[in-house]
């Protein structure tokens, strides 16, 4: 129960924070020529429109040439396709595993658990090739330090980091909660711990499973879709 | 002494006896009032040595030298310490009281192999079977079926208003609690004994016998339903109708006549597997193993409980709804070994020495969602589920010349069923297989002996070929055991006036026309050699033969016509007791053929229809064929259109299908419910850990072709019937069978999977801690100065 919870409340307040962010920024940004106007109707009307803008017949060719985009700067090659995996992967795997550990009191069972373990093995391989490939790029330095105002988060209590650095976090946030989830799966399925740790195994996949989706929303705004302001 | 004699004998002593006996209950009675509860355990470990005065019916002293003493009564003799009313109430008495009917356990079984019928029977509401009451059984009828292993009680001693008219309890006596049957620890202790005693109807004296306290011989069956125990021997009998009569066994008692009882507290496993024991139907007894419990020296009583209220502990999870007395109590399988009560609380686990077990690596589903028996319990599974024989059910533990056990009801294990928890349960399941009435949706079950008398010789098909056999024993010179030759087989008459195949061969496979042979040294011989009927002296021999077959077999008492012999074209009969041959005006038959003649015509001495009925059921447990249900319902169906009967019609249900007759005027097969099976959860015998399913790997259960999942159930029963319908082990799971086929074929690269997520954690693990240890160099200046 503590986990449905929290898993409802997180993840609504966060898909809430980050879009209220964008619509606040879009809303604050100069009119452009060309571009849509800033949106003055409020914000669910924004995020209404936002949605229906997504949905639209358009959507799947514009989200092709955003992935078009994205790879051939950081994923080149074939290696596109192991990104693509293991974004549906993990796309499956959060709503598949939410949906149950939220709403059905048995958890997962049946073809819907095949599937999610099965695609689980697939997004770990995935993942550990990302991790593997975009290490470097997410190594800390002193860099992202210098990023200027507008690339940087508004956190009084952080001292406004830079969304580089926002951005590396989360990326090894999510490596450190795949490891976590790829572990706690790995070891339940094996005969090492006893039974009593079944349940503690299943509630640590969760929660990691939770911290890697809320990352990853987080790292979706930061770096996957940033709002176009400038 | 004679019988008015004893009866004024008795009442002398039966007045100041009641009245001490009412003065003992009022005192005891006033006693309890004070102490609260008179049979609270002081603390004693010791049992007390039961040096004790047998008291009778009448509550009076027992002396064994007395003539014509009474048997003993648990109620008077056992009731200055223990509450006979309040024993009563316990689970192994109380399924007439309207207790609650608790988790769903064995039925009795009502079983008439003749009429194929197994119907299961409960005085407690458990979902399938049906209240004796509802069936026309009294509680008389009840006792005299399943009597032999009933521990007295509930039925068995029926209050006043459950007395039938045609009941003879007058005669018999109740069977009051027979305490002995569980408490007895002497090596004595009989069940055959108390069976054969309440066979004979001999109630009120089966536990004496039982017990070994003294013999019991006479037979309250044969005596008129006038008699009254107290009416002692029968006069005008000593031989037949002997009143039962005991000499009790005079070692027992002291000069004080007290009996020396070899009581135990705690029942001997023997006791309760009198009528609780369960073998898989086939197996040797020296390949069965004892359950682990057992092997490990716990008896059954220390796990399942009472208090003096007798209410056991089932051992179910969830029984303390269902028994109070057994709430909070531990003794399940999860109450010991894992350290959760009934409830799902946490209790001390390692209760009598319990393991812990780890379980590494079993996911939690399987605790979720399974019985912990499931995997520990029972025969392991097959590819097709088998079948068991129960005590109960099979009439086991009764041993003597005859016997008694019987391969049906057709039981079969393991099933695995949800019970009320939602948990897989091993189960035992039988079909149920009776005659009934189809009134619209309403199927009404009808008495095996209404059917019996109503089918006639269709039930019996191998009546008249007994007859036969049993005429041709005694022609002369026969030198040789008659048989019957049939498909291929040769069959004599048994002890049991039955048929019983010989192990000699016989050539004459798929031939349905009964031939009539002799067993001689081994071997099926014809009655006559081979010879020619023109040749006169040739035949003088084999002439005389069937010159004395046919006077024979004209000499049976039912013979239904004039017999004769066909032979070379030539006809042999008994012209007014003369023997006579003549022509034949039928095709010359190639084999000696016996028939009789009934008005000319030719009438077999084994009809067809019962030839083949006797080749398809001998050696089988089945005991009916289709054709003869069909036969039966066509019978039914004319007699209750004669009789005007209408608003239903005559129906036979078994092995899961309601058969009738069909528009066309054929026997054909339905689903209904009434056919569904009833199925009961089953908890021993529990196996050694290292050989539960998935002690060797997952894949014991989780794979393709798993037996577990696909075990092919066929419902079994008294008909031989191939239109019962196999079922997978999967489906009475409420599973799907194509989900389980995928999960257990993805076990098969479960390996590979298991590595490529160690891989990848693996590759995770490095990059995180070299991030990590270049955090750490860079903190301590380390990676600044190296560069």
Known sequence: MLFAILTVVTLAGLAYLTTHRRYEALAAAPAREGQAPPPKDGYFAWLRRWIRDAVKPDGPRRLWKWFMDWTSRYYPGWMKWVFAVMILCFLYLAASGFFFGVFIPRGMFGFPLVLHVSLGGVFAFCLAFAVFWRARDYAFDKKENEADASERFACPICKNPSKMLVAKILFWTNALAGLVIILSALFSMLPIFPAATQSPLLELHRYAALVSALAMIVFSDVRLFPAKTK | ?787
């Open chain 2, 1 to 787: 002494m004679r019988g008015p004699d004893i009866l004024r004998t008795r009442r002398s002593r039966w007045l100041p006896g009641l009245l001490v006996g009412l003065a003992v209950v009022g005192a005891a009675g006033l006693l309890s009032a004070v102490s609260n509860d008179p049979q609270k355990w002081a603390g004693s470990r010791v049992s007390p040595v039961h040096q004790i005065p047998l008291k009778d019916g009448l509550n009076q002293d027992i002396v064994p030298t007395e003539t014509n003493p009474l048997p003993f009564s648990a109620r008077f003799t056992c009731a200055p310490c223990h509450e006979y009313d309040k024993i009563k109430g316990g689970w192994h008495f109380n399924d007439t009281s309207g207790a609650p009917a608790g988790r769903m356990g064995e039925p009795w079984i009502w079983l008439d192999e003749r009429t194929g019928t197994q119907i299961p029977l409960s005085y407690r509401s458990w979902k399938g079977t049906f209240n004796p009451k509802d069936l026309g059984l009294s509680a008389w009828d009840f006792t005299l079926l399943f009597g032999r292993h009933m521990p007295g009680g509930g039925a068995a001693e029926p209050a006043e208003a459950d007395k039938t008219p045609e009941s003879r309890w007058e005669v018999s006596g109740a069977i009051e609690i027979n305490c002995f049957g569980c408490h007895n620890a002497s090596p004595k202790q009989n069940p055959s004994e108390w069976a054969k005693q309440v066979l004979r109807e001999n109630f009120r004296w089966a536990a004496t016998a039982a017990a070994g306290l003294g013999e019991v011989l006479g037979m309250s069956s044969r005596l008129k339903a006038t008699w009254d125990v107290f009416d002692g021997p029968n006069p005008d009998d000593s031989e037949w109708a002997v009143a039962p009569y005991i000499k009790y066994d005079r070692t027992l008692f002291d000069s004080k006549h007290k009996a020396f009882l070899n009581l135990s507290y705690k029942p001997a496993d023997s006791n309760c597997l009198a009528c609780h024991s369960a073998a898989p139907k086939g197996q040797a007894k020296r390949d069965y193993d004892d359950d682990v419990h057992s092997a490990a020296g716990i008896k059954c009583v220390d796990c399942h409980r009472n208090d003096v209220g007798h209410a056991m502990i089932r051992g179910y999870e969830g029984e303390g709804k269902d028994n109070p007395a057994a709430a909070g109590a531990d003794f399940t399988c999860r109450g010991c070994h894992l350290g959760e009560n009934p409830e799902g609380k946490p209790v001390k686990a390692g209760r009598l020495g319990a393991p812990r077990p780890a379980h590494k690596g079993l996911p939690k589903v399987h605790f979720d969602r399974l019985a912990c028996t499931v995997c520990h319990s029972g025969p392991m599974p097959a590819k097709a589920t088998a079948g068991v024989r129960t005590a109960k059910a099979n009439r086991l533990g009764i041993f003597g010349v005859a016997d008694w056990s019987t391969d049906l009801p057709a039981i079969q294990q393991p099933v695995y069923i949800r019970d009320d928890n939602k948990r897989l349960t091993p189960s035992r399941m039988m079909w149920p297989a009776y005659w009934a009435r189809l009134e619209g949706n309403i199927v009404k079950p009808l008495k095996p002996a209404d059917i019996t008398t109503a089918a006639g010789d269709i039930l019996f098909p191998e009546n008249d070929a007994v007859a036969v056999l049993n005429a041709l024993f005694s022609v002369p010179d026969i030198n040789g055991t008659p048989v019957l030759v049939l498909d291929g087989r040769a069959f004599e008459v048994n002890a049991d006036l039955g048929l019983s195949a010989v192990a000699a061969e016989a050539k004459s496979k798929g031939v349905f026309t009964p031939a009539w042979a002799l067993l001689r040294d081994g071997k099926v011989v014809p009655m006559t050699a081979e010879f020619d009927p023109a040749d006169v002296e040739a035949s003088i021999e084999p002439e005389t033969r069937i010159q004395n077959v046919l006077a024979t077999l004209a000499a049976m008492p039912a013979a239904p016509g004039q017999p004769a012999w066909a032979y070379k074209g030539v006809v042999y009969k008994l012209v007014d007791g003369v023997f006579d041959k003549s022509e034949s005006k039928d095709a010359p038959a190639a084999a000696p053929s016996l028939f009789w003649l009934k008005s000319e015509k030719r009438v077999p001495l084994l009809a067809e229809a019962k030839a083949r009925a006797i080749a398809a059921l001998n050696g089988t447990e089945q005991t009916l064929t289709e054709a003869q249900v069909e036969a039966v319902l066509k019978l039914l169906t004319a007699k209750a259109a004669a009789a005007k009967e209408t608003g239903g019609e005559y129906v036979y249900i078994a092995s899961g299908k309601l058969f009738r007759i069909g528009d066309k005027g054929t026997l054909i097969a339905k689903d209904n419910d009434a056919a569904a099976p009833v199925a009961w959860p089953f908890a021993h015998q529990v196996r050694p850990a290292r050989q539960a399913l998935g002690a060797d790997a997952c894949t014991d259960c989780h794979n393709g072709a798993s037996d577990f999942f696909f075990a092919k159930t066929t419902p079994s029963g008294p008909l031989m019937t191939d239109k019962a319908k196999s079922r997978s082990a999967v489906s009475y799971m409420g599973m799907t069978q194509p989900f389980h086929r995928l999960f257990g074929l993805s076990f098969l690269i479960r390996p590979g999977f298991k590595i490529v997520l160690a891989i990848a954690a693996f590759v995770i693990a490095s990059i995180l801690a070299i991030l990590f240890l270049t955090m750490l160099g860079r903190a301590a200046g380390l990676i600044e100065k190296r560069r």
